[in-house]
């Protein structure tokens, strides 16, 4: 049993490296060795792998930047965040009043305690007050090594006060640039790595990134936060072979304190979860500006440079923790949506039918209440939620934005005169799933473009749900399916009898059925949802034929 976990331990970790394009191949061997111990201990406990970044960085005592940024930034993104603190800042929005650097020893010390016992992914640093520092978290690396290094070579804040001399900068280069996986200058800081090289323009980013690069470091990212003159905020990713120009809209606010070290956590959190470099580069990016978004108006101080909310509109929720993808397609395999007249008349409540259609194999719920008072279809929505986080089953909310919000749903099923799905997305964040519902390519087409996750396609066949909707076929689904890169699933008069044809289509992208009547019009709920999982899984299983 020992031996198994050990191995499949060993397995994980050259997985990762292979998928996150991360080359440690001299430490591979290593790695596992120093791996073996844990894995085979923690086996006898407990067998839940927590994606882990360990920060190496300065704590801010205005909460903005640093240790206190990096935590928040791993906890928006559902990664385990341990800490090292190099040195305690005495911070706030106006500037840095003072620094009282920890002790080598000290640092060493907290390091030690981290790394000899837990399981680290990925380490991310921040503030590293002197070469020292550097040189003891080198040789702890080398010791305990981890899947990949992000390095943020913090030398001065926002505010302009030093945080890290010049001295710090052959500490840089010499060991820590060569061993990391990426390396995220700002403008300034990738000027004194170049020993003050003018970095500018776009093209100066360019030709800085090229050059950090030949220093040592796998990947390279010189942000453009400070580019003057920039109408987006533009990034420059460099993998050693190809440029990437990262844009994002340049959001007007004050409250940017801290984008630098919650970019490094963020690229580090995604590392953890097994993403690829650019996928997580792309992904630290899109939060930043989300996050930047949502905070543009807050006050917190009064100083000029403030912070910006990691965690109060990004509420994750607990089944989408730990690495999982926030949403994944295959969950559309058997959909069921409720209706309040339906279970009116079988006398049921919403919370019971969602759970029978649960324990029949529904793979996600769509509460659709046309005629229910705001007030009961939170509460309903609440207890819906609770069974549905019990089981590992998404449950989202028809057109109810606000309803989703409220209860904390894992999103929302828009058709198309209800809100704008881009309006949704930024009402609900980047984390939620938002479906739509299209009956043409070109509604499919713009649904990709408004950043749906899914696709609701229909009415297949008719159907007494909705009145006056015009049925497409299985021909008006196909040409659904084959316009669009957005999962599909087909609802819409699909039951028992006719949701193998439906599915034996076999479109790559057509994920499974929504059903209301099949399910919630009969005296059974849990009899009838078994029923049709079972015709669903024989099809697929004919179909893998
Ligand atoms: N006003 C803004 N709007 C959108 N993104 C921004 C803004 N300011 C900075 N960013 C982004 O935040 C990240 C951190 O960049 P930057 O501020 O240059 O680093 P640092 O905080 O280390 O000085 C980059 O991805 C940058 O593009
Ligand atoms: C302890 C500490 N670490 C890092 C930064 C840099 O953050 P920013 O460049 O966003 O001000 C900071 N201000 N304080
Ligand atoms: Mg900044």
Known sequence: MAYAQVL???????????ESGINHKKQTQVCMEMHKDKYSISSEHSTMKIPHVLSVAGSDSGAGAGIQADLKACAARGVYCSTVITAVTAQNTVGVQGVDIVSDDFVAKQLRSVLSDMQVD????????????????HQNLREFPVRALVVDPVMVSTSGDVLAGPSILTGFREELLPMADIV????????????????????????????????????????????????????????????YELRSSRLKTHNTHGTGCTLASCIAAELAKGSSMLLAVKAAKCFIETALDYSKDIVIGNGPQGPFDHLLRLKRNIRKSYGQDRFNPNDLFLYAVTDSGMNRKWDRSISDAVKAAIEGGATIVQLREKDIETRDFLEAAKSCLEICRHHGVPLLINDRIDIALACDADGVHLGQSDMPAHVARTLLGPEKIIGISCKTPEQAQQAWTDGADYIGCGGVYPTNTKANNPTLGLDGLKSVCSSSKLPVVAIGGIGISNAGPVMAMDMPNLKGVAVVSALFDKECVLTETRKLHAVLVETAATIAK
Do not use: C, W
Not at 8 to 18: K, N
Not at 122 to 137: A, C, D, E, R, Y
Not at 206 to 215: E, G, P
């Open 184 to 243: 995220t200058p700002n403008l300034k800081e990738a000027s004194a790595l170049l020993g003050g090289l003018k970095v500018e323009t776009i093209s100066d980013m360019r030709s800085a990134a090229k050059l950090l690069h030949d220093m040592g470091p796998r990947n390279v990212l010189v942000k453009g936060g400070d580019l003057p003159d920039s109408l987006d905020a533009v990034d420059i990713f460099f993998d050693g072979e190809d440029f």
């Open 8 to 18: 499949s331990g060993i397995y994980s970790i050259s997985f990762s490296q292979v």
């Open 122 to 137: 990925v380490v991310k640093t921040g503030m590293l007050p002197s070469v020292t520092v550097v040189n003891i978290l």
